[in-house]
């Protein structure tokens, strides 16, 4: 077996195993089942390949969890894979990941997405070029100091024996990527992010991919237990859904996750997993001041080091 093959292989089993200790636990958390869809593409199809879909509904905790693996191979890398790499457009690729979006009934409980993943791509002259990408964000309705100080901590315990700038440079990279330009906003408190990652070579750019999906479940589930019980009413929802709306808006036109999955030809099913059951929209809806929804704007939405 070629090392290529090796690292496939490899890689593939760490992912089904994240998939399943994450599942494990939000259903233990939940106490509602996941619904797993495995699926294979058609032979007709250009993209091929399968995986596996799990998704949580209507939960007393989540209204709804789906975490998705997937492993595809494709003809030729869609153009928001090759944005970094202009050498490789076109060139044949595998890919596999994890991706994953909740979605907390309660809005004092932040929703959360993580992705980690493994691209290789074989290049004009023939060789094999692998890189990986990841990181994980959290978008909170209602904010606290204890729980984005909790998350970015655990994001940089996570990255710390990969070198000291590995933590300031990524939440660098992910409040740069998850910022609403047009609306000058981030989505969230931000978290870490990196992407066309191989600079450690392959063993230990694997081995950092692999740190911050093994550190996730510690990452957020100390704040769902913290909030999840918090009495709230129809203003707090109302706001939750509002706020869920401008999730959706950056999902669906900013995401190079789900660009990568649409253009490449992926299932829109499993892609879309990430949309909450339900969103609300507002024209120019502005908080009233000195109320907590304005706070989560002034002392929340913004750029700071949180740790």
């Known amino acids: 077996m070629s090392h290529a093959a090796t690292q496939v292989q490899r890689v593939g089993g760490y992912l089904r195993g994240l998939q399943a200790r994450i599942t494990q636990a939000i259903s233990a958390l939940d106490g509602s089942a996941f619904l797993a869809d495995a699926w294979e593409k058609p032979a007709a ?74 691209i290789s791509a074989t290049a004009l002259d023939g060789r094999v070029v692998c890189w990986f990408g990841g990181g994980m964000d959290l978008t909170p309705y209602y904010g606290f100091e204890e729980d984005a100080a909790h998350f970015h901590q655990s994001c940089k315990t996570a990255l710390q024996p990969f070198g000291d700038d590995k933590y300031p440079r990524f939440k660098t990279w992910c409040d740069d ?102 969103a609300s929209w507002a024209y120019q809806q502005v908080p009233e001041a000195g109320t907590p929804e304005a706070e989560l704007y002034s002392r929340f939405l913004v750029r700071r080091d949180w740790i």
């Open 45 to 118: 199809e250009t993209l091929q390949g399968r995986g596996i879909t799990q998704i949580l509904e209507a939960g007393p905790v989540f209204e709804r969890a789906g975490c998705g693996f997937s492993h595809v191979t494709g003809p030729k890398l869609p153009a928001s894979a090759t944005q970094h790499r202009p050498e490789l457009a076109g060139a044949p690729f595998e890919a596999m990941g994890v991706s994953l979006v909740f979605h907390p009934r309660n809005p004092y409980v932040p929703t959360v997405h993580m992705n980690v993943r493994m």
């Open 177 to 278: 990527y998850f910022f609403l330009k047009h609306r000058n906003e981030p989505r969230g408190i931000g978290g870490v992010f990196f992407d066309d990652f191989s600079e450690l070579g392959q063993d230990q750019s694997l081995a950092m991919m692999q740190a911050v999906g093994d550190a996730f479940l510690g990452a957020y589930l100390p704040i769902v237990l913290r909030r999840k019980d918090t009495p709230y009413g129809e203003r707090e929802r109302a706001f939750q859904l509002y706020r869920r709306g401008r999730y959706v808006e950056f999902n669906l036109v900013w995401d190079r996750g789900t660009h990568f999955g649409l253009q490449s030809g992926g299932r829109t099913e499993s892609i879309l997993l990430s949309m909450p059951p339900l």
